[in-house]
């Protein structure tokens, strides 16, 4: 019934700029947080940014002062800029959020299938 669709995604210079986008839709009636991921081929899925209750942020050390999370709390809808974008931001980004459909509230993790972010010159 949720789905969860990322956006915005694509090959850039290092240094340049990406904002990526994603939108959950179906039954939604409360969301808890919205995080993106990151999995590069060979490595492990790491957390890189996570909004809790719209407005609380946390960010992985790799991404602190370049990139920022943020929401549209109306429109279900997480967004992440990055900026001064590396090499080593190269990756599938995956959108996340735990949230219930209806009340009584029963918290549910969805993913989103991904967005390539791939940072060469």
């Known amino acids: 019934q949720v789905q969860l669709v990322e956006s915005g995604g694509g090959l850039v210079q290092p240094g340049g700029s990406l904002r990526l986008s994603c939108a959950a839709s179906?039954?939604?009636?409360?969301?808890?947080?919205m995080a993106w991921y990151r999995h590069a081929p060979g490595k492990q899925r790491d957390l890189v940014a996570i909004i809790t209750g719209g407005s609380s942020t946390n960010y992985a050390d790799s991404v602190k002062g370049r990139f920022t999370i943020s929401s549209d709390n109306a429109k279900n809808t997480v967004y992440l800029q990055m900026n001064s974008l590396k090499p080593e931001d190269t990756a599938a980004y995956y959108c996340?959020?735990?949230?219930?459909?209806?009340?009584?509230?029963?918290?549910?993790?969805?993913w989103g299938q991904g967005t390539q972010v791939t940072v060469s010159s």
């Open positions: 996340n959020a735990v949230l219930c459909e209806a009340v009584p509230c029963g918290f549910k993790n969805y």
């Open positions: 179906g039954s939604i009636f409360s969301i808890r947080n």
